[in-house]
């Protein structure tokens, strides 16, 4: 099992479902909580992310709990198949060229793009079986001055970058145009319906 294996073991270790090569592990989340590093960050291979990803990613999350052993050459052998690998990468959030995992935008602070701090991710909004905002806290000096109720949805599409020393997501527009766009208004509507 992987929690028996530090991340500096794992890391630039090969992955591999039966004899196939996915990709290399690059490192995880650096974060204090293990239940928000449930994954492994894997360079994927570009023919796989090609035939496997609805547009190719370069950086994806590998979860954990899908490492099966170490094989005897260093590599590390998957439980899974290939399609379990797509169906978890299809339940991620695209920022940039890379895919995350759920558990890795949770309990991040979210920065607008002019650094402003507006608060962390408690929840990831899922419509439609795609990821389509973060249920975001605002901190209270941001609520307090912008009037806010207790969560916003911030749209994933507005998502710029993520930075993992710093665990943020930054998005890419500053707060004001934030609250102004459409797709924040029709995910932060009240009356808006999850279909």
Known sequence: MVDDYEIQEMIHRDVYVGEKHVGVV??????PRDEFVKSLRIKVEDEVASEFMRKPADLAPLAKELVHSIRPDGGIKLSKSMRELQRRWRNTVRIQEDLYAPDELLDRAVLDND???????????????????????????????HSLPETIVVPCGQLAKTTSRLDEVILKCTFSRLVTLPSFLKLNDESFEEE
């Open 26 to 31: 690059v490192g995880e989340r650096f974060h």
């Open 115 to 145: 650094g402003m701090d507006i608060g962390n991710v408690v929840e990831l909004i899922k419509i439609k079986r795609t990821y389509k905002g973060l249920l975001v806290k605002p901190h209270f000096m941001v609520r307090a001055r």
